[in-house]
């Protein structure tokens, strides 16, 4: 099983969300043309191939989740992958790939809201709007577009499958 991206924990918000800030941390990236519902498994590829070895020193990198996918507009995403923790974009190999890139995302506070079952977009969709809501009644400014994470891989049943809608937010003022 893959790590998980590390984050603190900050509070509980209704209906199962919650608050959370992530550190700084390192990601492989890769801008894919598609439906949202086909677009995180086009850019899987690419990503794969940079952390099996397809890099400048044919590092082998561990697989870690979840898989992010941020919607950028029509049929626009990027797709990533974090590195381990400690990794930093001076750390990682040069990718093979020129669709590939890797950058920093510096720490920000996040809302998060977890939802089960297959990938879909009305599924996404209906989970982010309830996370939106939520947001609006606790007073959190969202400062970013709402983007998505996938953390189990496709051979999981669907309703045993972890998914989350995250949107950053202003870092709460209590």
Known sequence: MAKAQPFTFIESLPHGADLRLYPAHTLISVDIRGDFGTAGVR???PLISYISGSNSTAQKIAMT?????????????T???????GMSPGDAPVPEDSR??????GPRHVAALRFSGSWNTRRAMEETAKLSDILQVQGLTPVGE???GRFDPPWVP?????????????????
């Not at 797709?79 to 923790?85: A, C, D, N, R, Y």
């Not at 590939?100 to 995302?105: I, P, Q, Y």
């Open 65 to 77: 989740s979840p898989v992010v996918q941020a919607p950028r507009g029509g049929e626009d995403h």
């Open 43 to 45: 850019g899987f590829g």
């Open 100 to 105: 590939v890139t890797v950058h920093e995302e």
């Open 79 to 85: 797709i990533s992958f974090v590195l381990p923790e």
């Open 146 to 148: 709402p983007f998505y």
């Open 158 to 174: 669907g309703l045993l499958r972890h998914n989350e809608v995250l949107i950053p937010v202003a870092a709460p003022s209590h």
